[in-house]
């Protein structure tokens, strides 16, 4: 919980407050939202109840919520939506019409789950056909909502159709067509906001071929102390594909250059390497950060090329920076795969990074390296968690203060070391 003073703190006022209080606060707050979102569906329920057009001569809730609270139809309908599926309609016959679901009404009314959460579970709901015994719906429901407490839309929107293929196993009847024909195609983009990227598209068997190797690689982390992968599945598959083309292009059945496995160029300024200033230049792509260009540093597939003052080369091709085979070797044995405490990629799918940076000369030594995968080397760069070998030789981590005040060191207990 945050502390008196601050859920006092005017907004003027939040700079003074410390970076633990400011998370715990705008939890708080969420819940509260939240849960005046649910009281306010609830008058509205009752209003539809009563009838909405005796109550405010509107022929519809969704009428009446647009004008009333002065929002977009779509607002309005998604708002009404909500209200209709979570509390019981008005009578027909004698007896009020049930909730879709009632489970998800009494989670909103905690504040324990949001908007495009519930959106997502009635979504489900309503599309379990009328056949399925009501406490088998229920129980899906349940389910759902237990996942949507720590869980976002698309989570919720997957395990909603897990639950409709057990619920409904022959679904609807596909479509007999026959696949067209298709001519391969990539194409490598530039956006104007420099950023890049790929369109393509695919016979069946490439993409067949692509996804199979891409969904193992996609799967969400394992929770470290409670927390989740937060991560889109398009930023996992993201993720997946940057491991993917790394491994594929350390394979020695590729084609090389000059005779080589496959290489890229990183050229910068001596004194912006030293400095943490400046910019680098990436073969092929053009400038990026020092912060990047030391990430791609401790790659061995990537050649450094350091330039001096009038822009003579000083240093390019093998550096001793990068980590030998009996190194990679050790590391293996050592840390089994991504060293971050609660990551599961394993060693093919990581890199050597040097805790004490080469810039402050620090040396390609066991106790100067950690195997980290990709999201967790960038995190390492780009953060305040800071990485230590402890005395018996293992890797820790210490998280950021506003994350965890007490500084203790944690260490991943993921992998089965030899």
């Not at 990436?282 to 260009?293: F, H, K, Y």
Request: aromatic content about 4%.
């Amino acid at each position: 919980m945050a502390s008196d003073s601050a859920s006092q703190t005017t907004p003027t006022e939040w700079w003074r407050v410390d970076t633990a209080a400011l998370h715990a606060r705008k939890q708080e707050l969420e819940v509260l939202k939240r849960q005046l979102d649910a009281e306010q569906n609830a008058i509205l329920a009752e209003i539809n109840i009563r009838g909405v057009r005796g109550c405010s001569g509107h022929s519809t809730l969704a009428a009446m919520i647009c004008e009333d609270f002065h929002v977009t139809e779509k607002e309005a309908k998604d708002r009404a939506d909500r209200v209709l599926a979570l509390y019981p309609g008005p009578s027909v016959g004698g007896d009020p019409v049930p909730p879709l679901a009632p489970l998800t009404a009494g989670a909103s009314a905690e504040g324990a789950i949001g908007g495009s959460q519930i959106d997502a579970i009635i979504r489900t709901l309503a599309r379990i056909p009328s056949f399925v015994p009501e406490e088998e719906v229920r129980g899906g429901e349940k389910i759902l909502v237990g996942l949507a407490r720590h869980a976002g839309p698309r989570a919720i929107a997957r395990a909603g159709r897990r639950l409709l293929d057990k619920l409904d196993p022959d679904g609807k009847e596909p479509r007999d067509e026959d696949p067209k024909d298709v001519r391969p195609e990539l194409r490598f983009v530039k956006h104007r906001d420099g950023t890049l990227g790929l369109k393509g598209t695919l016979d069946l068997e490439t993409y067949a071929r692509l996804k199979s190797d891409l969904d193992p690689m996609a799967k969400p982390h394992k929770a470290i102390d409670g927390v989740r992968d937060s991560r889109t599945q398009d930023e996992r598959y993201g993720d997946a594909f940057i491991d993917y083309v790394r491994l594929k292009t350390t394979s020695r059945n590729l084609p090389g250059q000059a005779g080589e496995a496959t290489h890229i160029l990183v050229t910068m300024s001596y004194e912006d390497l030293i400095n943490d200033l400046g910019e680098a230049h990436l073969d092929l792509v053009g400038p990026i950060s020092a912060t990047d260009a030391r990430i791609l540093a401790c790659d061995a597939r990537v050649r450094p090329g350091v330039l001096g003052t009038a822009g003579e080369p000083l240093d390019i091709g093998r550096s001793k920076r990068t980590v030998s085979l009996a190194q990679k070797y050790a590391l293996t044995i050592r840390d089994g795969g991504c060293a971050f405490p609660g990551c599961d990629m394993p060693v093919p799918r990581c890199t050597a990074h040097h805790i004490v940076f080469w810039r402050h000369h620090g040396e390609t030594k066991i106790d100067n390296l950690v195997l980290l995968c990709a999201k967790h080397h960038r995190l390492i760069h780009h953060s305040e968690w800071k990485v230590r070998i402890a005395q018996d030789g293992l890797p820790e981590f210490t998280a950021p203060a506003y994350l965890d005040p007490s500084g203790e060191p944690r260490r991943n207990t993921m992998h089965l070391r030899t």
